[in-house]
């Protein structure tokens, strides 16, 4: 049964502030997510309950909410960003 997927509303202004192009390349790798929300190349980050992937020099960072059936986008950004706070 595949996942459902959520933006907070931080990650869908950022990436409604990307060019067509790149935010059409990172829409692509969400929605297979759905699919499969740990594919090759995701990596589980220390801190939190937390995965990310990358598209170019962005990384999205998502949870997954197994209980719902949910992948939920938390933060969309450039690689030297993503990770401040």
């Known amino acids: 049964m595949p996942y459902r ?7 869908s202004k950022a990436l409604s502030k990307l060019p ?3 935010a059409s390349r990172i829409k692509q790798a969400v929605s297979l997510l759905a699919n499969n929300p740990r594919p090759q ?3 589980k980050l220390t801190a939190t309950d937390s995965y990310r992937i990358r598209v170019g020099d962005y990384r999205i960072v998502y ?3 197994k209980q719902r059936l949910v992948v ?3 933060r969309i950004g450039h690689r030297r ?3 401040e706070r």
């Open 63 to 65: 949870t997954i909410h």
């Open 72 to 74: 939920e986008i938390v």
């Open 20 to 22: 067509t192009d790149l």
């Open 41 to 43: 190349g995701s990596i």
């Open 5 to 11: 997927i959520e933006y907070t509303s931080s990650a």
């Open 81 to 83: 960003e993503i990770y």
